[in-house]
Nanobody, 125 residues
Framework: QVPVVESGGGLVQTGGSLRLSCAAS????????IGWFRQAPGKEREFVAA????????FYADSVTGRFTISRDNAKNTVYLQMDSLKPEDSAVYYC??????????????????WGQGTRVTVSS
């Protein structure tokens, strides 16, 4: 697993944007898949987006497709989640996690290890 550190959360109005960062700590993301998940109060943690580091393929939950973009910076060994057109229902603690990239289970929480501490996103109406 790759230890990760998230950052970039905050308070934003409906329709606004935020960019979250997931930085690898002490290791490279090479051969790993990186996933973003979120957990709202009283709800289970849910998949948001994933990226396969070696091939660059990206995957999204239906609820964020067209509004969120997951990307990477090879030099910085960092994955970003650009969130546009934010809605109040996007409010949650966002987590980054990694899994060895077998090409399977990219949306499954149980497949991931190396979870970060989370960063809170609040979208005001």
């Amino acid at each position: 697993q790759v230890p990760v550190v998230e950052s970039g959360g905050g308070l934003v109005q409906t329709g606004g944007s935020l960019r979250l960062s997931c930085a690898a700590s002490g290791r490279t993301f090479s051969n790993y898949a990186i996933g973003w998940f979120r957990q709202a109060p009283g709800k289970e943690r849910e998949f948001v987006a994933a990226l396969r580091w070696n091939g660059g393929q990206t995957f999204y939950a239906d609820s964020v497709t067209g509004r969120f973009t997951i990307s990477r910076d090879n030099a910085k060994n960092t994955v970003y989640l650009q969130m546009d057109s934010l809605k109040p229902e996007d409010s949650a603690v966002y987590y980054c996690a990694t899994q060895w990239d077998y090409g399977l289970g990219l949306s499954l929480e149980d497949a991931y290890r190396g979870w970060g501490q989370g960063t809170r996103v609040t979208v005001s109406s």
